[in-house]
Nanobody, 116 residues
Framework: QVQVAESGGGLVQAGGSLRLSCAASRSIFSINAMSWYRQAPGKQRELVAGISSGGSTNYADSVKGRFTISRDNAKNTVYLQMNSLKPEDTAVYYC??????????WGQGTQVTVSS
């Protein structure tokens, strides 16, 4: 049973935009934070953006002003709007859903490739 599923990745030219979506299964209760991480080839996984159940957000410095995270609690869904994409944004993007403040559910990831 897939509990966290990302969609919306793809290939885009530098300067373009993509919107990632992540839907969490209804079987996950007491969802707190929802976050996006990414991992580029040969690099460590890093936090891109996070959003609390109350709507507070935080971003990596490298994406501030370009990416926007939002969520729809009624749909158990989190989004990542990515604008002004750069080649260095190329990575596999992962959605993480935190339940009960303790359990982290990871999606399988979606590839984002930005060509120069």
């Amino acid at each position: 049973q897939v509990q966290v599923a990302e969609s919306g990745g793809g290939l885009v030219q530098a300067g373009g935009s993509l919107r990632l979506s992540c839907a969490a299964s209804r079987s996950i209760f007491s969802i707190n934070a929802m976050s996006w991480y990414r991992q580029a080839p040969g690099k460590q996984r890093e936090l891109v953006a996070g959003i609390s159940s109350g709507g507070s957000t935080n971003y990596a410095d490298s994406v501030k002003g370009r990416f926007t995270i939002s969520r729809d609690n009624a749909k158990n869904t989190v989004y990542l709007q990515m604008n002004s994409l750069k080649p260095e944004d190329t990575a596999v993007y992962y959605c993480v859903v935190t339940s009960g403040g303790i359990y982290n559910y990871w999606g399988q990831g979606t590839q984002v490739t930005v060509s120069s």
